[in-house]
């Protein structure tokens, strides 16, 4: 068990429709990050956060926005869902988002019907 | 960092030693990661290591660093059948999106009995 908690674990839903996917840092970490991992692109960086502020932005769809509130868990806002969207959303955390080692969450599947 | 590349499959008989190989691209100092994924589950961070150095070794797990030709490989001696799971390389990019993990596409490891 990594510390990171992700909730929910599956979620089904329509195209068009707008979920939130939550992520729980391990205690004492300041740094929250997104990715996304799916079959044909494999595992994707999308955002990174740190103590509430957005630090780095990698290939993050327009559609989708994050945030990381003042007690430092973050939520990841995907809309108007696509097919393509289907895929396991992982979040990590470290301590400070620089060099430090990140520990992966057990994943969100997301799947779009 | 954005080439991280690993061969996709790997089958070793129980007890017998696995190699996993992985090519990365940034030529600046940085750290390399090896993560697990079993079936259903997140990611389990294994080991690291700077890339100033050229070897680290943790219990059953050794990884080679040549800088030269940038070069990683995990070996996991003594491999047993709960070893099968998918070990994803990944870089850490400590450029323009600091913090950000470059991830290869992973390899399959199946481990007969």
């Known amino acids: 068990d990594s510390g990171v908690t992700q909730t929910p674990k599956h979620l089904i839903t329509a195209t068009g429709q707008r979920v939130t996917l939550r992520c729980s840092p391990r205690?004492?970490?300041?740094?929250v990050y997104w990715y996304q991992q799916s079959l044909d692109q494999g595992l994707q960086f999308l955002i990174h956060?740190?103590?509430?502020?957005?630090?780095a932005k990698g290939n993050i769809l327009e559609r989708f926005s994050a945030q990381q509130f003042p007690d430092l868990h973050s939520e990841l806002n995907l809309s108007s869902l696509e097919l393509g969207d289907s895929a396991l959303y992982f979040c990590?955390?470290?301590?400070?988002?620089?060099?430090?080692?990140?520990?992966f969450g057990p994943g969100t599947r997301l799947t779009v019907l | 960092g954005e080439d991280v590349e690993q061969s996709l499959f790997l089958s070793v008989r129980e007890g017998d030693s696995s190699v996993i190989n992985c090519t990365y691209t940034?030529?600046?100092?940085?750290?390399l990661y090896w993560y697990k994924q079993e079936p259903g589950a997140g990611l389990q961070l294994l080991t690291y290591?700077?890339?100033?150095?050229d070897m680290k070794q943790d219990q059953r797990l050794t990884v080679l660093l040549n800088k030269k030709d940038k070069h990683l490989s995990l070996r996991i001696a003594d491999t047993q059948t709960g070893d099968s799971a998918i070990y994803f390389c990944?870089?850490?990019?400590?450029?323009?999106?600091?913090?950000?993990?470059?991830f290869g596409r992973g390899t399959q490891l199946t481990v007969w009995p």
């Open positions: 990590a955390s470290s301590v400070e988002g620089l060099s430090d080692t990140q520990y």
């Open positions: 205690s004492g970490d300041l740094s």
């Open positions: 956060y740190y103590n509430g502020e957005e630090r």
């Open positions: 940034d030529s600046s100092s940085t750290y």
């Open positions: 290591i700077f890339s100033n150095m």
């Open positions: 990944a870089e850490l990019d400590r450029g323009s999106t600091l913090g950000r993990l470059y």
